[in-house]
């Protein structure tokens, strides 16, 4: 099997941030209550753009933000850790040097190399794979697979990968974390 390189998954991954924002949406509603809220994140009010709500969890020595438009890892100890930052409007996943979180609307990120960017982006890939099976285990395949229908409506084009190979792929490139000293 040929090796894909960090370009290239930063490539792939977008197009999963992309559907996996359709996703979320659909999980605020659940039947039950908000799903992202029963996994443990708390809604805060939005920055930037109006009419967008925030999620925020701690996880791994830093903060994950999930907007209507943005989604991020940044971390909050001032370690000089590198974060990241997956802007809908660009359709990137880029670096995030901030001990803040990103803006939605104003804030992009910044371009490093790949390699940086993949590295910095393992924080938040590690949390969708921790989101995903809790939703796979709480919420049942069916749920995944309706909100996963649900995005024909949105999505002009082909949608990324179907729920049952979706988190495959996010496992497998979830790179353990590195231990910090």
């Known amino acids: 099997m040929k090796t894909r390189s960090h370009f290239q998954l930063l490539r792939e991954a977008g197009k999963g941030l992309a559907q996996q924002m359709i996703l979320w949406g659909h999980d605020v509603k659940h039947p039950q209550g908000n799903a992202l809220q029963r996994f443990g994140m708390e809604r805060v009010a939005s920055t930037g753009l109006q009419g967008t ?3 925020r969890m701690e996880w791994e020595g830093g903060w994950v933000q999930l907007h209507g438009a943005v989604a991020s890892w940044h971390g909050a100890d001032g370690s000089g850790c590198c974060g990241c930052v997956y802007a809908r409007s660009s359709k990137r996943i880029k670096a995030w040097s901030e001990y803040r979180a990103p803006v939605p609307g104003v804030d992009q990120g910044q371009y490093r190399s790949p390699e940086e960017t993949w590295e910095a982006f393992q924080p938040l890939l590690r949390w969708l794979v ?5 939703v796979a285990s709480t919420l049942g ?3 995944r697979w309706k909100t996963w229908r649900a995005q024909f409506s949105l999505v002009k084009k082909s949608p990324w ?9 996010w496992e497998k490139h979830a790179e353990a974390e590195a231990i910090r000293a």
């Open 141 to 143: 395949a069916e749920w």
């Open 53 to 55: 709500s925030c999620y």
């Open 130 to 134: 921790a989101y995903e099976t809790w």
């Open 161 to 169: 990968l179907a729920p049952a190979e979706a988190l495959p792929w």
